[in-house]
């Protein structure tokens, strides 16, 4: 409930209970209804003004430790009493006063409005360093960043540089083209044709200013301002006119290409014919002889042409035949159950082969050319393999393990036969789908033997030493074939052999023949040791290469010389009747290596007297796995291809002996490793004997 109460302005003020007065009580107004009375108007004093305050030095608050966290205002305010004035009037707040800004503050006000100032000095030292290192660049190095030809060598010393562009337009394949083939007869490096280019020229006037080193990042642009010349091209007439004899043949008759086909996008595509003829060598070897780098070697000569017999055509007619046969997939049956072998999986297991008749001169009409395609039988057995089938059908022979002593057998225990695929049978059986005389094959399966393992031991006798090579050539895999036998030592002298007049390529082992025959050219005056062969290689350098490290360039600049006739001739005069450089390959056999090494070693090669030439590369052949790895201390000579490997050599430990080896599909060097150590071990059983 709220009470109001109605005041009279006549009555006096009172001051609710309770409440005491805050002001002093006002004195009655003058009344209105008296217009005669005088008015007076009263004027309140003056406020007094407070007394002043003592002023108080303001203290360093920033400095004092013992003050709190945050600094007090150095003054307080200081109440005053306002009961005796009606208005009161506050002066106004004094500044508050602090310390000195710490330095880090400072620092960074200071960067906020000078920033241009440090960012102006970074870069004026970014400048300078880079400069620095400029002017300290090699003052024969290339321009960084130069490449020549697609060879990096900036930064490289220019000798080097030199060096490395010299060695690498060295190796840089020719490609031959005869007549208007599109394809290169051959492609050899650009040393076999004796092609030389000399870059020396072309690097001497590029280099890194020094002028520009001064000015700013010319270091990473300088080399776009070189000007790189061509080089200077040599050619060596000794070196191209071995390549040619070699692969040209006096005749310079370049065979025509027949027609083929490939399998294109899951179908057969004719590989076209191309022409052949012949050339001139005289003109082949000019080109040669003017052909310079541009991109590559290309080196075209003229043919009078000779078209394959083998055409288009007829590769055409096959290829179709062949893309209507196989355009459905193979059935294939194999344990009860038929595989659908995709014809695109067929048709990869075909290859083509020319057929081309040859003239009896009988008066025979001579069928035409046809092109012939051939299941290969590794791709055949690939995919059987490898889709399962393989594994559904075979059951794998067992191991019979046989224990002997030299030849006599002295235990057996008989492993399980197996049953293996038959791949000529199951070839013979997808023929027939593949001409479309039948509608599916099927997986051919034999029984097989056991495989046969041997425990060999060998007694140091005459059959111990000859069962030794006979059974290592059986024991191991690929042609193998052996002649050894001592010469000194403890008596009686034994040996052995296994296909020793079995004739293999040479494989680089022919080099120390050629040698041989060149000696006994010096030696009687037909042949100058100073003469250059190879290249830049006389006589006397050529026949260490071919020695030492079976150089092939020398080998065949040494034939190109000394002739075919010459070499096959002088080395019949020694006994080295199974040694032939008549046909395309060089072929020699184990028992003419062991001869030609012993006549070497006791001295007796006829026609040289100075057999140092000879005798000194054997010590530093290049083959290094072989027999060396096991007699350290043999005279070997040898030679190796991807397929073969041969090596002959004069052993030498308590004794002597002879040692020859000759390997086709064969893990060359550790098959001849494990020879030469099964060889002294039974040896050192005969050097144990009592006498």
């Known amino acids: 409930m709220i009470s109001i109460t109605i005041m009279d302005p006549n009555s006096p003020y009172q001051s609710p209970a309770g409440i005491p007065p805050q002001t002093p009580v006002p004195e009655a107004p003058v009344p209105y209804g008296n217009p005669t009375a005088p008015y007076v108007q009263t ?141 290169p007869y051959k492609t050899p490096a650009a040393s076999q044709l004796g092609i030389r280019a000399d870059n020396t020229s072309r690097l001497a006037s590029v280099s890194y200013p020094f002028a520009l080193r001064f000015v700013p990042t010319s270091y990473w642009w300088a080399a776009g301002l070189a000007k790189v010349g061509d080089p200077v091209y040599n050619y060596d ?28 996008d899951d179908r057969f595509a004719v590989v076209p014919a191309e022409a052949g003829g012949k050339c001139n060598l ?12 541009a991109g590559g070697y290309n080196v075209k000569t003229p043919v009078a042409k000779v078209e394959a017999p083998l055409t288009n055509d007829v590769a055409q007619q096959l290829g179709d035949e062949l893309n209507n046969n196989l355009k459905n997939d193979l059935p294939l049956q194999a344990a009860g159950e038929t595989t659908q072998v995709k014809s695109s999986v067929a048709k990869g297991w075909l290859s083509f082969q020319p057929f081309i008749p040859e003239d009896k001169n009988d008066g025979t009409p001579l069928p035409p050319p046809r092109l012939l395609y051939v299941i290969e039988p590794e791709r055949v057995k690939r995919y059987l393999e490898t889709s399962g089938i393989a594994a559904k059908v075979e059951k794998k022979p067992g191991v019979t393990k046989i224990s002997t002593t030299d030849f006599t057998e002295t235990s057996r225990t008989n492993g399980a036969p197996g049953v293996l695929i038959d791949i000529n049978k199951t070839i013979a059986s997808i023929d027939p789908f593949i001409n479309a005389r ?42 193998i074939g052996i002649s050894f036998h001592e010469f000194s030592g403890k008596r009686p002298y034994l040996g052995g052999t296994a296909n020793d007049t079995m004739q293999l390529p040479a494989a680089g082992v022919e080099g120390i023949y050629l040698a041989y025959v060149a000696q006994r050219g010096i030696e009687d005056g037909s042949v100058q040791p100073t003469d250059r062969v190879f290249g830049s290689l006389s006589y006397t350098e050529c026949m260490e290469a071919a020695i030492s490290s079976q150089d092939a360039d020398c080998i065949g600049a040494l034939l190109g010389k000394l002739s075919n006739a010459t070499v ?74 991807d397929t073969n490997y041969n090596e002959m050599a004069v052993v030498t430990g308590t004794g002597q002996y002879v040692v020859a080896i000759m390997t086709e599909g064969s893990d060359g060097a550790k098959t001849t490793s494990k020879l030469i150590k099964a060889i002294d071990a039974i040896r050192k059983q005969k050097q144990d004997l009592r006498s």
Request: aromatic share 8%.
């Open 568 to 641: 096959n001739a002088r080395l019949a005069e020694i006994g080295l009747t199974g040694t032939s450089f008549s046909g395309d390959v060089n072929v020699t056999t184990a028992h003419d290596m062991v001869l030609f090494m012993e006549k070497l070693n006791d001295g007796t090669l006829a026609g040289i007297k100075k057999r140092e030439s000879l005798m000194t590369p054997l010590s530093d052949i290049s083959l290094r796995d072989g027999i060396k790895s096991a007699a350290q201390n043999a005279k070997v000579s040898g030679g190796a291809t």
């Open 282 to 293: 005289t003109e082949f070897k000019d080109a040669v002889g003017k052909v310079t780098y």
């Open 237 to 264: 007439k000794a070196t191209l006119d071995t390549y040619a004899l070699k692969n040209l043949g006096e005749d310079c008759v370049i065979p025509p290409k027949n027609a083929s086909l490939k399998l294109d």
């Open 43 to 183: 004027v309140p004093p003056a406020p007094q003004m407070p007394a002043p305050q003592p002023y108080t030095q303001p203290q360093n608050t920033w400095a004092s430790p013992s003050q709190t966290g945050y600094p007090q205002s150095p003054q307080m305010p200081q109440p005053h009493d306002m009961s005796n004035y009606g208005t009161a009037i506050t002066p106004p707040p004094r500044p508050r006063v602090y310390g000195k800004v710490p330095l880090p503050v400072r620092i960074v006000e200071w960067f906020k409005g000078h920033w241009y100032i440090p960012a102006g000095v970074l870069v004026v030292l970014l400048v300078v360093g880079n400069i620095i290192s400029q002017l300290l660049y090699p003052l024969n190095a290339l321009p960084a960043g130069l490449v020549v030809d697609g060879a990096k060598v900036g930064g490289m010393d220019r000798d080097a540089a030199v060096a490395k562009l010299n060695a690498a337009y060295d190796k840089v394949q020719v490609k031959l083209f005869f007549g208007d083939a599109s394809v």
């Open 438 to 479: 039948a509608s599916g094959a099927t997986v051919a399966v034999g029984p097989v033997p056991a495989t046969e393992q041997y425990t060999r031991k060998y007694t140091p006798s005459d059959a111990g030493y000859r069962a030794l090579i006979q059974q290592f050539a059986q024991d191991n895999p690929g042609k």
